[in-house]
C-alpha cells in the first residue's frame, strides 16, 4: 500500500501536530509526517549560529529563514497532501506562503483553523480542497482519504 | 523591446499602486502593470452578486474568493515580476499566499514593507530578489532592470 | 490591456455560445472566444470525409474524434478560462473530458448548468472555480475578472 | 521488477474492478491497483460527515467532491495506467473527467465499455492507447504490457 | 483570430511542403509555416563551413547536425502541429526522430505517406492525431481545424 | 547505492541487448534493464489478438502499435539513460522515434550503431551523450558512469 | 516571420556584443537581442543604491546580484537562444552559471572563447549546440538558423 | 524517515567531500552522497578510453564530457540538494555550471568557498540557500535540515 505524505505547516504554539499525529498513529494509517522546524528559537538562530553572527537584523533573520527554507521546500515538494494550521495570535504570514507555494505545485491542501478567521482566509480557504476546524477532523479525512472509511 | 508585466499584490488601502503606476509613467517604462481587485466591497462580494447569495458566510466567501481567484491566478501566472505590499494593518493572508504561489512559479518577486515587519516576513523575503520600502524605489529597481539606469 | 483567451466547451444544440458573445461584445471585452466545431455532423464527419471512409463506424468515429482533437487540445492549452456547458440530453462525455482536461492544465474552470444537474456533476464543479446557471453569469463574472465592475 | 500502478476510475455498481484484480491476482502480475472510494453513499457523505453538515444540497455535495477529489487526483498522478469504465446507466461525468484529467498528465489511457456506447465516447477512446470491451482484455493487455506475453 | 504555427518536417526531395504551402495561401488559412532546411547540401556542410573544417566525416556531420538542431528544436518547440512526411527513399530517421521529439512535447501530430509504409510506421502513426496521404488532405485537415468547414 | 534505469530501444534481430545484459551483470552494476517486446510477431499482433481482429491491416497495426505505446512510453519516461540501436537492416523508424521522444523529455541518450550509418544518423548522434559501436562499449560507459571505473 | 530572442552572456569588457549586434543589423535578421547590464560598476552597485547601503561588503554584493537576477533570469527564460562569452581574463563565473541554467532550461547554447579555453570549457561545451571563435561566426549561425542561408 | 539526497559539485583536489562524508557519517544523517568523478585525469579520458580515441584534443575533450554529463546530470536531477565547492586554483567553470544547471531545476543549493571570492562568486552566491566557508557547516547545516538540531 502507498505510504501518503503528509506536511503540516503553520502555527507552533499549540499542540495540533501532535493530535494529528496521535491521531494517524491511534488509526495505524500509512502516512509519513513531515513539518518545519517548530522550536522557534532555534528557526530564528539556525542561520547565523551555523554560519557566522550578523550585526545587522535583517541578515540574521534572511540566513535562518533561507536555511529553514532547504527543509520546508524540500519537504512541501515531497509532499501529497499539505496541512496549513492558522491560530488567533501572530500573523502567520509564512504560513500563508507556504498554502500559495503548495497551492502553485497542485499539492492537495487543507486548512485548519477556527470560524472566526474565515473571512479573513478566504482566498486561502477557496484554494484548498477541505477546511478542518479540529486536528481530529483532518484524522478522519486522512483516514476516509486512504481506507475510504467513516467512523460509526 | 520587450514589455515587462509586473503584478501588485496585497495592500489595498494606501496609495502604493499609485505611486507606482506615476513612476512607472514618468519614466516611460515599457511595463504593463495589473492587479486584483481592489475595491474591497466588490471583491468580498463579487461571487453572490453574480452567481446568488448565499445565507452562509463561509460559502458567501469562497464564491467571491474562487471568483477573485480566476482573475489573480490568471494575471500571477502571466506576470514577470510579482511585488508584494504588506502593511501595518490586517493580516494579508492573502497577499502572503501570492507571493508563495508566486514563488513556487519561479516568478521573481519583490515584496514592499517597513522595516517593523521584517522579522514576520522574513520567510517571505528570503523567497524574494527584493525587499523594497518605498513604491519609488520599485520604480527605481524596474527601471534599472529595464534599461540599465541608475538616478543621478 | 491583455486579451483573456476563452474557450467554450460542452453542449452544441441551444445557444449558449451565442449568447456568451454578444454579452462580450454588448460589454466590450477583451475576449478572443474560441470553440469546438460545433456543426454536428461535420465534427462527426470530418475524419472520413478528409482522409477517407471506413467501414467499421468504430474507425470512422477514431478518425473525426482525433482530428477534431488537433482543434480542442490546441485551443484548450492556449485557453486562460475554460467554459464547460452541460445540458439535459445527451451524455456530453467530451465535455466533461474537456473539463478534466483544462482542469489537469491549470486552467480557470467555470461550469454552466441547471441545478438539476448539481449531483450528477458534483465532481466536474469542484474542480471548477465558478459554476454559473445562465450565460449571461458567465458574461458578468468575465466583466469582472476582467474589468472589475459589477452591474449597478 | 518495476511495479505497475493502476487507478481503475468510473462505475461503481458492477464488479469490473474485482474482475481485474481477480486476474491481475491469478496472472502475479507486478501491479499496485488504486481506485475511488466505491461505496456510493459514503463517497456522496464524506464531506458532510468529517467537516458539518450542509443544509443546501450544493455545498454538502461540494464538501464531499472536494474531499474525495484528494484521494482521486493524488491516485492518479501516481498512476503510470488509467482504467476507464462507462456503463450504461448513470451520466458519470466523473469518469470523463478522470480520464480527461489523466490524458492531460500524459498517463496510458484504457477505457471500458460496450459497443453500444462507442460513438459517444469517441473523444475519451480517441485519446486512449486502448478500447477494451471486458475486464479480462484489460488483464491480458497489462500481462503483455509487462511481460510481453499472450496467451496460448 | 489566432495564427496557427506549422512545422513541416521529413523528406526534401519532393514538393509536399510547396504544394501545402499553395493550399494554405489559396485557402487563405492563418498558419505560419516553418520547416527544415532544405537544401541538402547546405544543411550537411553548414556547420563546417561556419565553424571550420573537420578531418573526420563524424564530427563533420555533428557540427551540422547540432546546428542545425538550434533550427528545428526552436521551431517544433514554437509549433501547433508537426506534419512529418515520409517517402520512399531514404531512411529519414531524423523525420522519425522529430515525429518522436514532438509526440513527446505534446504537439498535435499528423504523419504524410503512402500506405505502403503504414506497417513500417506503425508505432509513429499510432502517436499521430492524422495519418495523411496527400499533401492537399493536410489542408483540408487545417482548414477544418481552424475554420470548421468542408469541402463541398 | 542509487539503481540506474536503462531502457534498450531498437534492433530486435541481433543479440545486443544480451550482450548489455551480460556485461552488465558481469561487472555486478546496479542497473534495472527493460526493452520492448523483441517477439516481432508478437509485438505486431498483441492488439488484434487482445482486443479483437480488423480486417484492415492498418487498424491491426494501430490496435499494436498503440498497445505496445503503453509499455514503451512508461518505461522511456521512467529510465536514466536509453540506448538506442540501428542495424543495417529495416528502415527502424520506431527507433528514432524513441529516440526523439526521449531526447525531448531530457534523458540521456547513447546511441548504438556502426560507422556506416553515421551520416544516416547525424540528427540522431547530435542529440545523443555517447556514441557506440559495440555493446561492450555501453557496458563500459555505464560502469564508468556509475563507479567511475575504467578497464586495466 | 517569427522573431528570434537571443541573449548574450558573458564578458562585458571587449566589444563582442557590439560585433554581433552590427552583423545581425547589417543582415537583417530578425533577432531581438537582450543582453545583462554591462556597465561594471552599476551591476555592482545597484542594490545598494537603489534599496540602501550595507556596511557588509557580502550583503552589498547580494543586494546587487539579486537585482541583476531579475533581468537575467527573466530575459534567459524569454530567449531562444542564448550565447555565452568568456575571455581569458576574470573568471565569469556568472557566465558559466547562465550557461547551465540555459542549459536546464532546453536553451539553445552557443558559446564563443578562444581555442585556449578549450579544455576549461569542455563541459560547457558540451553542453553547447555550437562553439563559436569569433563573433562573426555567431552572426552567420544565426543567418542560416532563420533564413537557412551561407554566405558566398 | 526520507532520505535525502545530496550531490557535492565542484573543486577535486583538496578533501571537502571526504570532510563532509565523515561529519555525515559521523552524525548518522540519512544522507546519500553523490559527484562527479574526482579522479582527473579519468575524467578527462574517460570519452576516448572507451569509444575510440581523437587526434583533435576539442573532440577528445567532448567525448569525455558528454560522458561525464551522463552521470552529472543525472544524479544533480536526483538531488535534494546541491552543494557546490569553488577553490582559489583553476576556473571551474563546471562548478558553476553545475550550480547554474541545478537552480534552474529548482533544486535547493549551497556554495562554499572562501571570503576572498565572495565578490566573484555574488551572482552564484545569491541563487544559493546558503554560503558556508567549511565543509563542518554543510554538515551542521544538514544535520538542522533534517533534524531540526543545532550543536551545544
Known sequence: ??????YLSGEIHTDWRERIRAGIDEAGLPVEISSPVTDHGLSDDCGA????????????????????????????????IVVVRFGDQYRQWNAAFDAGYAAALGKSLITLHEPGLDHALK???????????????????LRYVIHGQLDG
Open 123 to 141: 482566498e486561502v480557504d477557496g484554494a484548498a480542497l477541505a477546511v478542518a476546524r479540529a486536528p481530529e477532523q483532518v484524522v478522519a479525512a
Open 1 to 6: 500500500m502507498q505510504t501518503w505524505r503528509l
Open 49 to 80: 549560529r551555523i554560519f557566522g553572527t550578523e550585526s545587522d537584523p535583517f541578515w540574521h533573520d534572511r540566513k535562518g529563514a533561507q536555511l529553514n527554507a532547504i527543509r520546508t521546500r524540500g519537504l512541501i515538494a515531497a509532499a501529497d
